[in-house]
T-cell receptor
Framework: DSGVTQTPKHLITATGQRVTLRCSPRSGDLSVYWYQQSLDQGLQFLIQYYNGEERAKGNILERFSAQQFPDLHSELNLSSLELGDSALYFC????????????FGPGTRLTVT | AQSVTQLGSHVSVSEGALVLLRCNYSSSVPPYLFWYVQYPNQGLQLLLKYTTGATLVKGINGFEAEFKKSETSFHLTKPSAHMSDAAEYFCAVTASGGSYIPTFGRGTSLIVHP
């Protein structure tokens, strides 16, 4: 158990819809990262938050957004969903240093039909 | 900028055989290197990491990796494969003074035959 929790575990929705994925980081970690994992693209970094502030952006679409709340949990919002958004979405947390490994949650499997 | 190349998207070995998963990196500053493992339907978990000091790093489940600066490599090995080692393995790099965001390789799927 990594200490990172994600809900829901599975999500099935239709094209054009909007969903929210939730993540609670490991106790004491201020950094939260979101990743998308698909067969064709591999593991893609989306966005990082540190203590409530956006710190880094990766390959995140404009239809996607995220935030980190005062209690440090984070939400990833995906809107105007397309079939190609079907993927595993992981949240990870870490202490704030490049020396430190990331702790990954179990992921949310999103299926867009 | 940094990058990671994992040679071979699939590696197949027999149970009891040597496991060798290859990772080459590029980084303009001294790198920090990680190997993660992903079992089916789970998130990634750390196997081992190299930051500074001893270049041969031992991790969990009998895995080890050696940092070779001259070859820009960080290959993962295990002397004797178990069926339970079947998983996806990811090499990743961060760098001191650079982005804290790790760059991950595409992953190597390890298949273990009985």
């Amino acid at each position: 158990d990594s200490g990172v929790t994600q809900t829901p575990k599975h999500l099935i929705t239709a094209t054009g819809q909007r969903v929210t994925l939730r993540c609670s980081p490991r106790s004491g970690d201020l950094s939260v990262y979101w990743y998308q994992q698909s067969l064709d693209q591999g593991l893609q970094f989306l966005i990082q938050y540190y203590n409530g502030e956006e710190r880094a952006k990766g390959n995140i679409l404009e239809r996607f957004s995220a935030q980190q709340f005062p209690d440090l949990h984070s939400e990833l919002n995906l809107s105007s969903l397309e079939l190609g958004d079907s993927a595993l979405y992981f949240c990870a947390s870490s202490a704030d240093s490049p020396l430190n490994e990331q702790y990954f949650g179990p992921g949310t499997r999103l299926t867009v039909t | 900028a940094q990058s990671v190349t994992q040679l071979g998207s699939h590696v197949s070995v027999s149970e009891g055989a040597l496991v060798l998963l290859r990772c080459n990196y590029s980084s303009s500053v001294p790198p920090y290197l990680f190997w993660y493992v992903q079992y089916p339907n789970q998130g990634l978990q750390l196997l081992l990491k190299y930051t500074t000091g001893a270049t041969l790093v031992k991790g969990i489940n009998g895995f080890e990796a050696e940092f070779k600066k001259s070859e820009t490599s960080f290959h993962l090995t295990k002397p004797s494969a178990h069926m339970s080692d079947a998983a996806e393995y990811f090499c990743a790099v961060t760098a001191s003074g650079g982005s804290y965001i790790p760059t991950f390789g595409r992953g190597t799927s390890l298949i273990v035959h009985p």
